[in-house]
């Protein structure tokens, strides 16, 4: 079956760091162009950073400097790390999947993993 | 950066048709795609490529890009229809993706 799972959700510290990981099955994660949605409560969706399969990486201005995508191949699994959280950061975090080819849409989601940024 | 908007509300009765917009500057130069959230769920995507469907999403969906607006139609709107609904495209100037505010769609 394919899908997306995220992990590492949970209650932060502000000044504190967050990193949620993303376990695919069915796919190479490293084969394909897979990104970071948020949606913070109530809010809409923001995107957040994409991992192209050739390795570069992109970032959203609001989280440009402190936030990291990584991906593990033997795991098969996308992170997203991100530093220096403020409660603007609490969201739901999505992994997403970027169509095959030449489509600029995102065919896949995980189901989100609640991230919460509270002292 | 590059900036869609969507009105943030649409009211349909049962069995017409909604009609949702996001407006972007030349959007129609670009590839525009439609997400479908309900309550508690990831979005899925109703639409790509301005009026492609995915299979499995009903033909009831439709959608059409040109000029400033892109526009997803949903005719003979059912209960099950009822949730956000937010528009897509890629900014192949940054590498960026940028999504609307999105519409609460309201069957009546």
């Known amino acids: 079956d394919v899908q997306l799972v995220e992990t590492g959700g949970g209650l932060i510290q502000p000044g504190g760091s967050l990193r949620v990981a993303c376990a695919a099955t069915g796919f190479t994660v490293s084969s394909n162009y897979m990104a970071w949605v948020r949606q913070a409560p109530g809010k809409g969706l923001e995107w957040v950073s994409i991992m192209y399969s050739g390795g570069s990486t992109y970032y959203a201005d609001s989280v440009k400097g402190r936030c990291t995508i990584s991906r593990d191949k033997s795991k098969n699994t996308m992170f997203l790390q991100l530093d220096g959280v403020t409660t603007e950061d609490t969201a739901v975090y999505y992994c997403?999947?970027?169509?095959?080819?030449?489509?600029?849409?995102?065919?896949?989601w995980g189901q989100g993993t609640l991230v919460t940024v509270s002292s | 950066s590059y900036v869609l908007t969507q009105p943030p509300s649409v009211s349909v009765a049962p069995g017409q048709t909604a009609t949702l917009t996001c407006e972007g500057d030349n959007i129609g130069s670009k590839s525009a795609h439609w997400y479908q959230q309900k309550p508690g769920q990831a979005p899925v995507v109703v639409v790509y490529?301005?009026?492609d469907r995915p299979s499995g999403v009903t033909e009831r969906f439709s959608g059409s890009n040109s000029g400033n607006t892109a526009t997803l139609t949903i005719s003979r709107v059912e209960a099950g229809d009822e949730a956000d609904y937010y528009c897509q495209v890629w900014d192949g100037n940054s590498d960026h993706g940028v999504f609307g505010g999105g519409t609460q769609l309201t069957v009546l």
């Open positions: 490529d301005d009026s």
């Open positions: 997403a999947r970027k169509a095959n080819g030449f489509y600029t849409y995102f065919d896949l």
